[in-house]
T-cell receptor, first 116, second 107 residues
Framework: DTAVSQTPKYLVTQMGNDKSIKCEQN?????MYWYKQDSKKFLKIMFS???????INETVPNRFSPKSPDKAHLNLHINSLELGDSAVYFC???????????????FGEGSRLTVL | DAKTTQPNSMESNEEEPVHLPCNHS???????IHWYRQLPSQGPEYVIH???SNVNNRMASLAIAEDRKSSTLILHRATLRDAAVYYC????????FGAGTRLTVKP
């Protein structure tokens, strides 16, 4: 069974469209994340949710909206797609240990978004 | 911004040990040191982590300096499958990645 699964794996779309990427984890973790890895391969955190509550929101355009219907799911919706949104998006999850969120991260395989 | 500094790239020969360094001079007392690696076309995967003491697992060893301002990931016998980008991260309610070290393993 895949621990952190993302769909779709590949997404090709036109500028201006709205798209969503879904993420599910079956590890029973409390915290989920979205990361963006651009063409230069830098891995940047975008959002983090803990028990459906937003705890990290980096400087990301308002066009990006995460949604966590329950603690096993964290979806990423992107409005009005732009060329610069082309990247690989990784979902991850971790378990909260004690008072600090220091558990190891488990990543999905990534969703490659190409905006034409 | 990432709080760690790593060399951009390193090379190793197959079946030789590899020592991947990481500097984290601004580490705080509650920061755990995590290492991840990303193989080509895959998501990052957890390798090892520690707080103060050296750690060993089936993948690697982690040596942590006494002042905790640096650490070294040790792959005891590099294989071609170990070629990846290795990330050293300070983990404390946060998980920001730096550029990592690209390890090339030569046959």
């Amino acid at each position: 069974d895949t621990a952190v699964s993302q769909t779709p794996k590949y997404l090709v779309t036109q500028m201006g469209n709205d798209k969503s990427i879904k993420c599910e984890q079956n590890l029973g973790h409390d915290t989920m994340y979205w990361y963006k890895q651009d063409s230069k391969k830098f891995l940047k955190i975008m959002f983090s949710y803990n028990n459906k509550e937003l705890i990290i929101n980096e400087t990301v355009p308002n066009r990006f909206s995460p949604k966590s219907p329950d603690k096993a799911h964290l979806n990423l919706h992107i409005n009005s797609l732009e060329l610069g949104d082309s990247a690989v998006y990784f979902c991850a999850s971790s378990k909260v240990l004690g008072q600090l969120n220091t558990g190891e991260l488990f990543f999905g395989e990534g969703s490659r978004l190409t905006v034409l | 911004d990432a709080k760690t500094t790593q060399p951009n790239s390193m090379e190793s020969n197959e079946e030789e040990p590899v020592h991947l360094p990481c500097n984290h001079s601004t580490i705080s007392g509650t920061d755990y040191i995590h290492w991840y690696r990303q193989l080509p076309s895959q998501g990052p995967e957890y390798v090892i982590h520690g707080l103060t003491s050296n750690v060993n697992n089936r993948m690697a060893s982690l040596a942590i300096a006494e002042d905790r301002k640096s650490s070294t990931l040790i792959l005891h016998r590099a294989t071609l499958r170990d070629a990846a980008v290795y990330y050293c991260i300070l983990r404390n309610n946060d998980m920001r990645f730096g550029a990592g070290t690209r390890l090339t393993v030569k046959p």
